[in-house]
Structure formats: structure tokens, C-alpha cells
């Protein structure tokens, strides 16, 4: 279960998200400073690392649009934020899942910064209001790599698998 820490609209592209000035930094490990950067507020409580992990970013469709720059999905990352949207970009959803970044596909969420969300495998449920929202779920082999952390891991594990031993 997470609360709301930032609630935003559609069409949050990942200018928005990892501003385009901050390119020269792509070590995962730093990324997350810059998540938000021109919310100054939120940025300065990701920064202090306020938000416990499984924080809730909501919302609305098109969440990642833009460009294709995998830090807005890592810089999402590595402060451990779950990411529930109407809907997502394409190739965003694409990199979330690459790095294991959770994101929930929940097309008629409702809710406000500062609700408790408690995702299931098929429903989000407002914890705060006391309704329920059901979420599209990834196909199965997209979602054994979030499940196993991010491509890499998931690789990691199939190889180890498939040769007997951990990789």
C-alpha cells in the first residue's frame, strides 16, 4: 500500500518528468535527483528521500510521452515510486518495464494526493474513499520482468534456469 505524493494530469511528457538538461547524467544512481526537477517541491523532498519506497505517482493518460530517454523511467526508479496511470506512452512503458519500474495500467482511477492506493493484480483500491478501480494487466512475459526487477535480472535468471546454475 503507497500514498499519493504527486498527482498530475495527461499528456506528462519526459521533459517533465527528467528534464532534457539534465542528459549528461544517465548512471541510474543519480538519475533520481532530478525526477520532477522543475516541481521544486517534490523534487527537494525526492532529493532529502522523504517518500517512502512504493509512493504513489498518479496519472492520467499519456503518462511519458515525448522523447525516449530511458532516465525518466529510472530516475523513477530508483526512489521506488509505483506509477498508476490512465494509460501510458508506448515507449516509456517500454523502459519502465526494462528497469522493473512499477507501473499499473488503471484507466478510471480516481483519487487525490495523499490517498492510501493499495494495488492487487487486478485492482487498484482507494483505501481513503473505499472504491475500487480495475487495472489492465501487462502481458504475462512483460510482467515476469518487472516481477524479476528489470531486463537485466530477468536475463540473468533465464540464462541460470536454462543452464542449471545462478547466473
Known amino acids: 500500500m503507497g500514498k499519493v505524493v504527486l498527482k498530475l494530469g495527461d499528456d506528462i511528457s519526459t521533459d517533465i518528468i527528467y528534464p532534457g538538461r539534465y542528459m549528461a547524467t544517465v548512471l541510474p544512481t ?7 526537477a522543475d516541481y521544486a517541491d ?8 522523504e517518500f517512502p519506497a ?13 522523447s ?3 532516465q525518466a523511467a529510472s ?3 530508483g526512489p521506488d515510486f509505483v506509477i498508476v496511470a490512465r494509460d ?3 515507449i516509456f512503458l517500454q523502459n519502465s518495464i526494462n528497469l522493473g519500474l512499477r507501473t499499473v495500467i488503471c484507466p478510471g482511477i480516481d483519487a487525490s494526493e495523499g490517498d492510501e492506493l493499495e494495488v492487487t493484480a487486478d485492482t487498484v483500491i482507494n483505501k481513503t474513499s473505499g472504491r475500487a478501480f480495475a487495472t ?3 502481458p504475462k512475459a512483460r510482467q515476469a520482468i518487472v516481477d524479476a526487477g528489470g531486463l537485466i ?10 543452464h542449471g546454475s545462478a547466473a
Not at 543519480?30 to 520532477?36: D, G, L
Not at 512504493?54 to 515525448?66: D, E, P, R, W, Y
Open 30 to 36: 543519480e538519475t533520481p535527483q532530478y525526477a520532477f
Open 42 to 49: 517534490f523534487n527537494a523532498k525526492v532529493k532529502q528521500k
Open 54 to 66: 512504493q509512493s504513489v505517482i498518479l496519472a492520467g493518460k499519456n503518462f511519458g510521452c515525448g
Open 68 to 70: 525516449s530517454r530511458e
Open 75 to 77: 530516475c523513477l526508479k
Open 88 to 90: 501510458f506512452a508506448r
Open 136 to 138: 489492465v494487466a501487462l
Open 153 to 162: 535480472p530477468y536475463t540473468r535468471k533465464r540464462l541460470g534456469e536454462k
